[in-house]
């Protein structure tokens, strides 16, 4: 029998059925167009399953060794068929799950029909037609809060638009806007008015792209507000734009910021063209960003073109983030670096690119402390703190003309060995080692997350970064290698949960693992790699809180609690979730939610080098005392919380939980004599 592995590699490799990062559907007509292995692969799923129907569509698992059999009767009749059944056959338990979803409400449905069946499949061209006039109608973007992949969202998403599907044709539903009427569209109206930097410029900033003698434009730049807060921080800083300084000459520039310009034309020919004369005006490095999420209330707003009109009489094209890469990749021919969400760098330096792509896997690391005083090593502590420095950050010893303040050193020392020599004696060899270790980590997630894209020649790395990669590993062919290794490891999500497991920081549980950000610098590296197939889609999200991995989907969450180290017991503001099997983005608000999540046991997401460890662990130990916990489930949400506070008559003030003071006497009495014994039945539980 194939291997998983084999697997795996030929469904990745097949031209036949529609592939995805996790899995491999094939129509049952398209089976004998296979290779023959995975033929012989899923002949073994029958055998396992025994006596059954013939099914619809068959499900090659890339992530477990697992094949499902599907059942869509109305394939053929319906543009958008129902799942009616499945039956899920695991080869390592060798048994079979059937599941039905004829009374289902919301039912799984297909779209893109013709991806599972060849191209003399009866209807491939009717099917392949459907598909063609739903994506120039913009049906078949994912948006947030819309799963097009379930019967209710399509059809919501259907109304969102105004448009029915008939008989594999996309119909404009009466009073929807079409091709014989055009309204006047006020582009200008979409500029925003704002006191400080755009996110997109804030995050070039950060991320070091402005050197002193750095020119900026902004073409499209609005009310100009990016142009005065960049000249500010003294940078040659100009812009354009057709409305507000349509005289303004356009002039080439080091960056070039093109800020939520192209989802607000509506004319793709124009919206082409202002990608394009940006990317003509970009010397080192051009800012994309447009809008990737869309909210419920866009069922008030009226489908146009490919977007919607707003109620400002604006324009707006909402991308899914792998689509906005698509476009800007293919029009500009160019390898688009995702920073956040809707926001990407384009560099034009191949070099740059990559420098920068490795830095944002280049964890933090500390000097190893002098741990022994050796009187040679005091005379030359100041002199060879660079060379550690060096060592720290690159986990190696410089070559010649690295290290700026290399002269004294070699001149005293001969050669930066010897001079590490001297260095070894006062501090612990193995800590020097662990950081060779965490670099080549660092390298090794980079290296395997470019096997997604077009993975950099050796040539087109820094010095430095060559290198790095010859010291640490020998060769670029080994480095990649071992990265392309670690990255095969993570299609099992049994091997991804005791990752998880056996990770010293972080929150387990048997349906998930979730850990503070500021940690993940921290994890196993394989873990590290397992979130960066989220991140390469959407770029390092800013003000993620915490990072939940899911352990019985494919899936990532990013949790947002902007009050976590002030509030004992922080509101949940937001989650962001990407699907890893499709690279959907899925987005959910709570900050207007009545009774929204809430935070308890905050110590359990960090380790005791978090500042305020101490504090968030004494008083969880409180709280549990108090018997607070004791109903986990009811207090997962603020109202829940609230209740149980008021039902044990206390209040938290700072780290402390005390008895509320407008308690009658009568109660408060009543409520110690129960406090009392819960406290001695947790004494007599843990002592």
Not at 594 to 612: A, V, W
Request: neutral net charge; charged residues 25%.
């Amino acid at each position: 029998m194939v291997s998983h592995a084999d697997m795996v590699s030929l469904c990745q490799q097949s031209a036949i059925g529609k592939r995805l990062p996790n899995a491999l559907y094939v129509h049952f007509t398209a089976l004998d167009a296979l290779d023959a292995q995975l033929q012989e692969y899923e002949t073994l799923g029958r055998q396992i399953a025994g006596e059954m129907e013939l099914p619809t569509l068959i499900k090659f698992h890339l992530d477990q060794a697992k094949i499902s059999y599907l059942y869509y009767p109305d394939f053929d009749p319906d543009p958008h068929p129902r799942l009616h059944a499945s039956l899920q056959v695991d080869f390592t338990q060798e048994k079979a799950v059937y599941r039905d979803y004829r009374n289902s409400e919301n039912p799984p449905i297909l779209h893109r029909k013709e991806t599972f069946v060849t191209p003399h499949y009866p209807h491939y061209e009717k099917f392949a037609q459907l598909t063609r006039q739903e994506e120039e109608w913009g049906l078949l973007n994912k948006r947030s809060g819309f799963s097009i992949g379930t019967l209710k969202h399509w059809q919501k998403w259907l109304s969102v638009h105004r448009v029915n599907i008939e008989d594999h044709r996309v119909v404009a539903m009466e009073h929807t806007i079409n091709t014989t009427y055009a309204p006047v569209i006020e582009r200008y109206k979409a500029a925003m008015v704002r006191k400080e930097l755009s996110r997109p410029m804030r995050l070039a900033l950060e991320a070091e792209l402005f050197t002193p003698e750095t020119t900026f434009f902004d073409y499209g730049c609005g009310y100009g507000e990016d142009i005065k807060q960049v000249a500010r921080k003294g940078y040659s800083s100009g812009g354009w734009d057709p409305y507000y300084r349509p005289d303004t000459p356009l002039y080439e520039a080091d960056i070039v910021n093109l800020g939520y310009v192209i989802n607000v034309i509506e004319d793709r020919g124009e919206r082409r063209e202002a990608l394009v004369k940006a990317w003509e005006l970009t010397q080192k490095v051009l800012v994309v960003s447009a809008q990737v999420l869309i909210s419920e209330a866009s069922d008030r707003l009226m489908a146009y073109a490919d977007g919607v009109i707003t109620q400002r009489n604006t324009f707006q094209k909402y991308y899914e983030q792998e689509e906005l890469k698509t476009y800007i990749d293919q029009v500009l021919e160019v390898d688009a670096v995702p920073v956040d969400l809707g926001i990407y760098f384009v560099f034009r330096d191949r070099t740059q690119a990559e420098i920068f792509r490795a830095s944002r896997f280049h964890s933090r690391l500390s000097t190893p402390r002098i741990r022994i005083e050796v009187r040679r090593f005091e005379d030359y502590q100041e002199l060879l703190a660079p060379l550690m420095a060096f060592v720290t950050d690159r986990g190696r010893l410089p070559k010649q003309g690295e290290l700026a303040t290399q002269a004294p050193i070699l001149e005293e020392f001969g050669t930066f060995r010897r001079a590490f020599k001297l260095i070894l004696q006062v501090t612990e060899e193995d800590e020097w080692e662990k950081i060779a270790t965490s670099r080549r980590q660092d390298f090794l997630v980079y290296l395997a997350l470019s096997h997604f894209g077009d993975r950099p020649q050796f040539r087109h790395l820094s010095p430095t970064i060559r290198q790095d990669i010859q010291s640490l590993f020998g060769s670029y062919k080994s480095a990649c290698i071992l990265a392309d290794q670690m990255l095969f490891s993570l299609g099992d999500l049994d091997f991804i949960s005791r990752c998880c497991q056996n990770s010293p920081i972080g929150k387990f549980t048997p349906k998930s693992f979730t850990v503070h950000a500021s940690y993940l610098d921290s994890l196993d590296p394989r873990l590290r790699l397992y979130e960066g197939c989220a991140n390469r889609t959407i770029g390092r999200l800013k003000g993620a809180t915490l990072i939940k991995f899911h352990l019985n989907l494919p899936k990532i969450s990013y949790l947002f609690y902007p009050d976590f180290d002030q509030t004992p017991h922080p509101l949940l503001k937001t989650i962001l979730q990407i699907d890893l099997r499709d690279l959907a983005v899925y987005y959910e608000s709570y900050e207007d939610h009545p009774n929204p999540p809430i935070l308890h046991r905050k110590e359990q997401f960090i380790d005791c080098t978090y500042p305020q460890f101490a504090k968030f662990q004494k008083l969880s130990l409180q709280e549990e005392k108090w018997g607070l916990f004791e109903d986990w489930k009811a207090i997962q949400t603020r109202r829940g919380w609230l209740k149980c506070l008021e039902e044990h008559g206390v209040e938290i003030r700072g780290s402390q939980v005390r008895w509320r003071k407008d308690l009658d006497p009568y109660c408060l009495k009543l409520l110690k004599a129960a406090h009392e014994k819960r406290l001695a039945a947790y004494r007599k539980k843990h002592c």
